[in-house]
């Protein structure tokens, strides 16, 4: 029973370009999270999906971020544009139900040149 | 906005002690409170669940307790080991449904043998 897989482990962009970072999560999970943590910061929420909907999104930034996950398939985080500052480790986790204990993957990290 | 505190940003302790690590919030109180370890370059562990109708959980040498009328979580690590060390991170879940956790700054624990 394979865990919350993410790809990929590490991720470099220049200025500008697309990232997308993609989240398989436990089998029997239908509840995806992705947070985004910085050099010695805590994590971040982000966005909260169910699949093909988003639940809450109240920690994406407005502009640039988006959030998916469809019905067939991984869960995407895509930044457009990308600029230094989006460098960070953006982990996904998943849960059974909202209220269960998350399990975490292993993040991507992203580092923007 | 609810505001999240763990004691200290690092606690060292000597091999065979009970480490104590501590989780204050502002405002009013969760529905939910877990803790989590994360070791460097790694996503986070799920450890304990506590309810806030529970003042105590234990699982082998891990102990929680929640008190709210404190406002706080107290974290017990007992007969703790080298192995031990790493960053230990509390999280609030709040009674809507679904609603994503929120996670502390986090405590990085090293045990000293």
């Known amino acids: 029973n394979a865990g919350v897989m993410q790809n990929p482990r590490h991720l470099v962009r220049r200025r500008g370009q697309e990232a997308r970072l993609r989240c398989s999560p436990m089998?029997?999970?239908?509840?995806v999270y992705w947070y985004r943590q910085l050099p010695e910061e805590g994590l971040k929420f982000m966005v909260y999906?169910?699949?093909?909907?988003?639940?809450?999104e109240s920690g994406m930034p407005k502009e640039r971020f988006s959030a998916e996950f469809p019905k067939e398939g991984p869960s995407i985080l895509r930044i457009q544009q990308v600029v230094r500052g989006d460098s960070a480790a953006y982990f996904c986790?998943?849960?059974?139900?909202?209220?269960?204990?998350?399990?975490f993957g292993s993040g991507t990290r992203l580092t923007v040149v | 906005s609810q505001k999240i505190e763990q004691n200290s940003e690092a606690l060292n302790i000597q091999e065979g002690k009970t480490a104590t690590l501590t989780c204050n919030y502002t405002?009013?109180?969760?529905?939910?409170l877990q803790w989590y370890r994360q070791d460097p370059g790694r996503g986070p562990v799920f450890l304990l669940l506590?309810?806030?109708?529970?003042k105590e959980k234990r699982k082998e040498r891990l102990k929680v307790t929640f008190d709210t009328t404190l406002k706080q979580s107290l974290f017990h690590i007992t007969a703790s080991q080298p192995a031990d060390s790493a960053t230990y991170l509390c999280?609030?879940?709040?009674?809507?449904?679904?609603?994503?956790?929120?996670f502390g700054p986090g405590t990085r624990l090293s045990v000293l043998p």
């Open positions: 986790a998943s849960s059974r139900r909202g209220r269960d204990g998350y399990t």
């Open positions: 089998k029997g999970h239908s509840h």
């Open positions: 999906l169910q699949k093909e909907n988003i639940i809450d």
């Open positions: 405002n009013y109180s969760p529905a939910y």
């Open positions: 506590i309810r806030e109708n529970e």
């Open positions: 999280a609030l879940q709040y009674d809507n449904y679904g609603q994503n956790f929120v």
